[in-house]
């Protein structure tokens, strides 16, 4: 796995679970894990950095980062005689 992909994997998921704590308070439910380690960075650093960047900044870094997000609708073929 490449670094970019590495990056954009683990913010997902740091950003997912991010949600879910948010959504556990919302509801009174059972918070999950804390983190530890490396995720630790990511959730005190990495979340509310993103959450606080503007959205045109946000889609460009995302645009510039390569993955499936870049990905693009092929052409599509050209007809070639009748269709029956």
Known sequence: ?????????VSEKQLLTAAQVQ????????LPPPPR??????QKIYVPTYHKLPWKL???VML?????HRQTWHTP???KGPAV
């Open 37 to 42: 380690g490396v995720a630790l960075f990511w």
């Open 1 to 9: 796995m490449g670094f970019a992909r590495w990056v954009r994997a």
């Open 77 to 79: 073929d050209q007809a």
């Open 64 to 68: 510039a980062m390569p993955g499936s």
């Open 23 to 30: 959504v556990a308070r919302r509801h009174g439910t059972p």
């Open 58 to 60: 946000r889609s460009k």
